[in-house]
Every structure is written in structure tokens, then in C-alpha cells.
């Protein structure tokens, strides 16, 4: 007698509770896509070829630049600017796509675990999604995020550093078909852009010491690799 598959939602359950890497989470929770979304599956990896191809995310700034100021509003309205929280020390920039990512959610998961060792060193984190207040409120309260959820609307902020890609018409479609997918009621804007998730860890200088860009959302910095460069941030 065969049983079922976990279901997917089941499956990212797991995978935020699992005691493993970032790296294996997001790589078992990828695999159950594969499984039980073939062609969802077929679908992001021609994404993520076409934005390997146009060299999406290359442009981003460096280890060595400084980072482009910001000032954000949080989930409650407050704003927050690259500024003041380098007076307190470093800082890890994270880029999410929204609340409705499990990636960016097992991610977001990951960073709150670490959170009191990244304080711990007189550092910070902060996460930036391109969505309205009551999303990034629910990414808030869901992820258990103990650190700033800012809103980037329209993709501004991710836009000057080059991290914005469109969608694309094969991906809206299969997103536009699945409850609780609607990016555009999310962001308040029909654009169907998002960020390309990525860190920037930048020192009290202001320039960037460490960074991970990868357009393949999958996928995202070490937690390791993360806190060592928070450490080593000057």
C-alpha cells in the first residue's frame, strides 16, 4: 500500500524545523517542487537561464563600493535609513522577493535563528521586500522576524542597484494560477517585477565588504558565510 506525499506546505514545514544548513532547506524544499511541479520546475529553471544569459545581477555593487543610501519605511510606517543603523554598527542588506515566498520564508527563518549571535557581535540585519505594509506586517509575524521588515515599493531601492527583473509572461501565468500568489494586489502595482534576493554586508564605512547575488531565488547566502563576514565587516 503506497502513501502519499508531504505535501508541499508540509514540505517547507519541515524544512524550516529541519537541523540543517540554509543550503540543504532550500535545496530539499526545491526538490519537492521538482517532484510534485514538473513543469513549475521546468518553468524557473528557463527563468533563471534567461536571467543567467542577460547577466541579471552582475551590475549590482561590489565588495569595495559603497552602498547606495536608503531610507524605508518598516512594517509599522517608521523610517529607516542606512545612515542610522551604521551608526550602530554592521549591517546585513537582505533582499527578499515577498511574503508569499517559501524560499524567502525557510531564508527569513534561517536569519531569525541567527539573530540574537548577529546582535550578540554588534551587528544588525534588516530585510527589504517590494510590498505593501500589511505583507510585510505578515512576513513579520509568520517569519517571527525579529529585525526591521522595510518596504521597497515599486522596487525603487533594488532598482538603483541594479537587482530588478521582469517576471516574465510564462511565470505570471503560473503564478496568476495559483491561490495566494496575486504579486500584483502585493507590491500595488501590475509591473509583475521583483528583486533578485541577495545580501550586502556593509561596514560602518559605509562600504560593502561581502555580498551574494544570485538570480537563481533558490538560493542564498551561507548562514555561515553571513555571520563570518559580519565579524569581519569594519
Not at 511574503?99 to 527569513?108: A, D, E, L, T, V
Request: proline content about 7%.
Amino acid at each position: 500500500m503506497s502513501t502519499a506525499s508531504p505535501s508541499l506546505e508540509d514540505v517547507f514545514e519541515q524544512c524550516c524545523d529541519m537541523d540543517a544548513s540554509l543550503a540543504e532547506r532550500l535545496a530539499t524544499f526545491a526538490e519537492a517542487v521538482r517532484t510534485q511541479r514538473p513543469a513549475f520546475s521546468d518553468a524557473v529553471e528557463r527563468l533563471v537561464r534567461r536571467l543567467r544569459e542577460s547577466g541579471a545581477g552582475e551590475a549590482a555593487p561590489k565588495p569595495g563600493d559603497l552602498m547606495p543610501p536608503f531610507v524605508l519605511p518598516d512594517e509599522t510606517g517608521q523610517l529607516v535609513s542606512l545612515e542610522d543603523l551604521l551608526r550602530q554598527g554592521p549591517v546585513a542588506v537582505t533582499f527578499h522577493r515577498g511574503h508569499w515566498c517559501p524560499y524567502c520564508r525557510i531564508s527569513i527563518n534561517a536569519l531569525a535563528k541567527v539573530h540574537d549571535v548577529i546582535v550578540g557581535d554588534g551587528a544588525q540585519i534588516v530585510a527589504i521586500i517590494p510590498e505593501r505594509q500589511q505583507y510585510a506586517t505578515e512576513f513579520k509575524i509568520n517569519g517571527r522576524i525579529p529585525f526591521p521588515v522595510l518596504m521597497d515599493m515599486d522596487n525603487g531601492y533594488a532598482m538603483s542597484l541594479n537587482l530588478v527583473f521582469w517576471m516574465g509572461e510564462e511565470m505570471k501565468e503560473f503564478m496568476r494560477q495559483r491561490p495566494g500568489r496575486d504579486i500584483a494586489k502585493f507590491q500595488g502595482n501590475e509591473s509583475w517585477m521583483l528583486p533578485i534576493p541577495a545580501t550586502f554586508v556593509v561596514g560602518r564605512s559605509g562600504r560593502i565588504s561581502a555580498r551574494f547575488v544570485d538570480p537563481d531565488y533558490r538560493k542564498r547566502m551561507t548562514i555561515d558565510d553571513l555571520v563570518a563576514a559580519l565579524r569581519s565587516a569594519t
